[in-house]
């Protein structure tokens, strides 16, 4: 019997989702939650409609496990506690700081309910969280990295289409090169934020506009900018459209340690990903812990869940002893 | 209260442990199991004495964990069933093939006596079998690749001094650069175990010795070298003990898969180990994963378990707030 999967909301992360649900054929997806008007919302998935938001209460007995496609920013701190009380759910919740109280929050309701609701998942956090985890346990004489990058900050992107004169952008966040090598080398090396990462910015300027001003007011913008080297390059709408459309992202979690009574032995762990589409590899581990999220609670399990907390195993559709005889 | 190890054997890996030990302040040395005599045997860490293996059974009560340090061949089969029925045990059984017969063994010896054996430990079987899991679960349309090294091979180096006429040697088995990038190119290469990985041996010659016939039949020895492409260096007794003493070892774990309903989208993930000694690091994930088998045969589980069934957070001394505070 397939694990019936219902998606909350339908941007970015909803769609990938979708599409990661076709390649696991133990899940279906029984259909997309959406605030707009589901009569006008064509899924790509042959044979299923999207629902009005407000219709999930009654669809609880048909779906095993709902994954929120939300943001962090408002839709997740409100429609995950509220939505735990009555599903097994998964969340991709990312601002760091904020982590603890809406585990809280989302532990209070998935308890109510009986139901595990799995947050924070996706690639940082999540595959980076765990890699962080990992590093520090083994090697708990040592020092922790994590680069993000190459890829599109969305953030910083944002940040600069706001600036007066600006028609659209993109942000790349970038790691130093040397940076790395310095890390991977076993220097542990102090690093300072500008030692990091590089921001190189893409911009379309309205006609007429004072680049000049434009390539300032992003290079000293505080918090976003001003702590980094950056490179403003000035593109046309097209080119922009052309070689700036995708979403990749990435990036690399480093531990260095020593082991030995001298500390005489170095041990670097590292953990990286390439990604063409951020929205699409988050989806992939939204699914994958889905799956878990459904097999602890069919065991017994409830509450609010993190990446911590998950066996392995419960993440892949194989048998406990095919997993050993095929992967250990 | 620290969890209380003891040590199953002496050698390499026995060694590491107690040194990894030393850097966990939750924990605490019992003892060493030695079948030589314990009197003989001076530990490093001061107000520890051995004791004789067949004693070990004496001290069920005074250990909360044992951490089994013998060899996959001979040692482990025994130890870890007999051991299993007592203790919480860890051991490192590193013979793929015979895991699953292992895992029966030692499960039905630790459900008898409601203990958590973990089985398999260290990084291969152990760190890289997780990222084998995590890449396929993630990505389950790709393509999986393990490369080892550069790291001595203890097995071909065996077998280079086996070779009539060779007083030493040393074993190195090295990814080949070119398979890596194009793993991670993304070009999902088909790769023979020629393209993967080459042997380069230092070999210590008997005085008078044929070194062509040395070099033959170590080049077309079947199994160990006849298909790879392999290089062999004569040196001198003391150059292979100042430069190549250490046990360094490590690998890479690439899962390189696609996205998308098209298949558009192209994501690597990549985990690698780069250990100035091999044995050490393996010591070090042992004693992370007796933290585990400790915390979750308090919680009441027992029998067999691998790094596939332990929730990541057992294996950190921090609290789940914390890690989720500070890691997540």
Known sequence: MSIRIGIYGYGNLGRGVEAAIAQNPDMELVTVFTRRDPAGLILHTP??????????????DSIDV?????????????????????F????????????PQHFEAVDAAAKEGGKVAMISVGWDPGMFSLNRLLGEAILPQGTAYTFWGKGVSQGHSDAIRRVEGVADGKQYTIPVEAALQAVRNGEDPQLTTRQKHLRECFVVPCEGADLARIEKEIKEMPNYFADYDTVVHFITAEELKRDHSGIPHGGFVIRSGKTGWEQENRHIMEFSLKLDSNPEFTSSVLVAYARAAYRMQQEGACGCKTVFDVPPAYLSPKSAQELRRTLL
């Not at 409609?49 to 407000?54: L, V």
């Not at 709902?66 to 009380?85: E, F, N, Y």
């Not at 097994?88 to 982590?99: L, Y």
Request: hydrophobic share 45%.
């Open 47 to 60: 044979g299923v409609t999207a629902t009005a938001a407000d219709k999930a209460a009654d669809m609880a």
């Open 66 to 86: 709902m994954i929120i496609c939300g943001g962090s920013a408002t839709d997740l701190p409100v429609q995950t506690p509220a939505l735990a009380k009555q």
């Open 88 to 99: 097994n759910v998964v969340d991709s919740f990312d601002t760091h700081a904020k982590i």
